[in-house]
C-alpha cells in the first residue's frame, strides 16, 4: 500500500435522514462496500471509512472484508483485496476522525457533501488546491439514504458543492456521487 493520503472517504449511515426526514441508521449495501473502496483505491486514498453504529452491520462489514482480503476471495481477485484493505469500521464520524487524526499534527478538517445547494460552499477547483497541503487532512463525508444531517453539515469545517447535472433532476447514487467528485478532486485535470 502507498503512503497515506491526505484524503479519506466516510460513507455515513449514522445519523441520516430517510425520506421523511426523519433521522434514522440505513443499511449498509454491499455494492457501497466494494465500489466505493474500489473507486478511492484508484484515486490514491489509503481509508475508506464507513461509518455505523449497528453492530450487526460492522459485523456483516467484517464478514464480507474478510472474505476479499483473507478467504477464498483474495487469491481468486487480488485487485478486490487491495480496494478493500483500505476499509475501516467506525460507529462514528468522530472516531473516523479520530483514527485519520492518528497519522497527522494538523486537525482534521471534514468537509460534508450533498445533493442540495447550500451557502457557502467550497468548489471543486478550490478544494483541490487545498488538497495540495500534504499535512493537512481532510475528511470527505458522504451521507446514505437521503443525505446527511443537518448537525452535520453544521459540524463540518467547509462544504463541497453539489455535483450539478443537465436539468434539474439530481438524486444520484451514493457510489456515483463518489467517484465524480474524487476523479473532480484528484484526476489532475485543473480545467474543470
Not at 6 to 17: F, I, R
Not at 56 to 64: A, D, G, N, S, Y
Not at 128 to 154: K, M, N
Request: some cysteine.
Amino acid at each position: 500500500m502507498t503512503a497515506t493520503c491526505n484524503l479519506a472517504l466516510a460513507l455515513v449511515h449514522y445519523p441520516v435522514y430517510n425520506k421523511h426526514r426523519e433521522v434514522v441508521t440505513t443499511a449498509v449495501t454491499n455494492l457501497d462496500i466494494h465500489d466505493i473502496a474500489r473507486a478511492a483505491r484508484t484515486f490514491g486514498l489509503t481509508r475508506y471509512y464507513l461509518v455505523t453504529p449497528s453492530g450487526e452491520q460492522q459485523t456483516m462489514i467484517r464478514r464480507i472484508v474478510h472474505h476479499w482480503q483473507d478467504g477464498w476471495g483474495a487469491s481468486y481477485n487480488p485487485d478486490r483485496r487491495e480496494a478493500l484493505g483500505i476499509i475501516r469500521i467506525v460507529s462514528s464520524l468522530e472516531e473516523a476522525s479520530s483514527d485519520l487524526q492518528q497519522d497527522f499534527s494538523a486537525p482534521v478538517i471534514t468537509v460534508a457533501t450533498g445533493a442540495r445547494q447550500r451557502a457557502d460552499t467550497v468548489s471543486f477547483t478550490e478544494l483541490r488546491r487545498q488538497l495540495q497541503q500534504p499535512d493537512t487532512p481532510r475528511l470527505l463525508t458522504f451521507g446514505t439514504g437521503w443525505g446527511l444531517t443537518d448537525a452535520l453539515f453544521e459540524q463540518a469545517d467547509a462544504i463541497l458543492e453539489p455535483i450539478r447535472g443537465a436539468g434539474s433532476y439530481n438524486h444520484l447514487s451514493v457510489r456515483s456521487a463518489v467517484a465524480i467528485m474524487l476523479d473532480r478532486l484528484l484526476s489532475g485535470e485543473n480545467d474543470r
